[in-house]
């Protein structure tokens, strides 16, 4: 059993997340940012913590991640504004592994982005501006000395697993449920020896237990 900490925890990915690591025996406690979401999240049977990453430092982080052995970061702007987009998921992700070595907690899963998602759209300031702040996020935590997992998830889609995907190093860009992220995700958490790795993930052809297991490093 793991305590785990999930940031985004009433998103599409976290809030589909978060039930299937209690199935896995594990206590999980979310971060919300509206206080009207506590009932919710303590009715799915999750801790909940209010916070808002607008506000959160690395100092007022710490002592919401004490006691947790892992942190999931699945938080985002959504398209709210740049500095938003800065502050969430750039800073966030930032804020969250300083925090995370102040507690002595080094297992953090970060939702980032498939860096082809843009090709072949027409160019968008707000788009790019999002894909840089990912990338600054990926960079500040694959610089950390954390056991990071970082994974680049496709377009997402509105729906529920289907426990199918294709992953690995370096993939074809596609879509991907964010119910297949959700549950690629927990069977992360379940391998860690999987551990310092960039990953891919996109609907595919194979089951996601076995799509994890062919990403351990022999
Ligand atoms: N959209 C795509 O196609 C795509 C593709 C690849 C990767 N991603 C990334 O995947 C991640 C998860 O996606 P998703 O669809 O699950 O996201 P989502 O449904 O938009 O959920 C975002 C989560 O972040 C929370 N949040 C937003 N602002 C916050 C703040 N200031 N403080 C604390 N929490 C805050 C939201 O809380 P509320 O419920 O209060 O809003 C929600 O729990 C994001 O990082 C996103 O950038 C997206």
Not at 12 to 18: E, M
Not at 117 to 146: L, Q
Request: net charge negative.
């Amino acid at each position: 059993m793991a305590r785990i900490f999930i940031i985004g925890v009433t998103g599409g990915i976290g809030h589909r997340l978060a039930p299937l690591l209690l199935a896995n025996g594990h206590q999980v406690t979310g971060l919300h940012r509206k206080p009207e979401q506590a009932d919710n999240v303590r009715n799915a049977g999750i801790t909940p913590v209010l916070g808002d990453l607008m506000e959160l430092t690395a100092e007022t982080l710490a002592p919401l991640i004490w006691g947790h052995d892992i942190v999931v970061f699945s938080s985002g702007a959504a398209g709210s504004g740049l500095d938003r987009t800065t502050r969430i998921d750039c800073d966030g992700p930032g804020h969250v592994v300083a925090a995370m070595k102040q507690e002595g907690i080094s297992r953090l899963y970060l939702v980032s982005a498939f860096p082809e998602a843009g090709r072949g759209k027409d160019p968008n300031p707000r788009f790019e501006h999002y894909m840089t702040e990912k990338k600054r996020a990926d960079a500040d935590v694959a610089a950390s000395d954390a056991d990071w997992v970082i994974l680049r998830p496709g377009t997402l889609l509105h729906e529920d697993q289907d426990g199918r995907v294709n992953a690995g190093f370096a993939i074809p860009y596609g879509t991907v449920k964010r119910g297949n992220v959700a549950q690629f995700l927990a069977k992360l958490i379940e391998t860690p020896e999987i551990r310092r790795e960039i990953l891919e993930l996109t609907d595919g052809g194979t089951e996601i237990s076995e799509a994890v297991n062919l990403i351990v490093r022999k």
